[in-house]
């Protein structure tokens, strides 16, 4: 963000209780950007094949995640992430439980991750463009690459 959302000047970092903000330069103005996360639904999607991996279309090519999306306004954590495995896969999801919360900071994001089943045959939607089926037992050594925070996922699920 470079300008101000409402009065349009430039943005200068500003002091705000000891850390440095984007702020307004206009003291009647007041506007501060505090660059809040933005929440993300994850999900290890497991069928009776194995856990399910895609890769986004906008992607470098080799990569594949677990699978995630953005909440709708004043949707659940959970129906997002069951309507986005649903929409992304065309799969039935049933019995999600939540694995954990995530800080991934250079998103600015906070992962919300489960665990679900799903069923079905898989038909991928524009978002995506390859996908995957790994055995559990074949998890802990899959190549992740930059991937930290699916292979952290990952390994915690594994662990539990
Ligand atoms: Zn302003």
Redo the contacts with the bound molecule.
């Keep these: 963000m470079k300008y101000?959302p409402?009065?349009t000047?430039p943005l200068r970092l500003m002091s705000h209780d000891a850390t440095q903000r984007l702020s307004?330069p206009?003291s009647a103005?007041g506007?501060v950007f505090w660059d809040k996360p933005v929440p993300v639904v994850a999900a290890i999607v497991e069928t009776p094949e194995g856990v399910v991996l895609a890769h986004n279309r906008a992607w470098p090519e080799g990569l594949f995640s677990v699978i995630s999306g953005f909440l709708e306004s004043a949707e659940s954590p959970q129906a997002a992430i069951e309507r986005e495995t649903a929409e992304e896969l065309g799969l039935t999801v049933h019995d999600a439980a939540l694995l954990g919360l995530y800080p991934l900071p250079e998103q600015n994001q906070l992962i919300i991750a489960y665990h679900l089943r799903a069923e079905g045959s898989i038909t991928l939607n524009e978002e995506l463009d390859a996908f995957k089926i790994i055995p559990a037992t074949q998890l802990g050594d899959y190549d992740f690459g930059p991937l930290t925070l699916t292979r952290r996922l990952l390994d915690d699920w594994l662990a539990a």
Aim: proline fraction near 0%.
């Design positions: 101000c409402l009065c000047q307004c206009d103005c506007f």
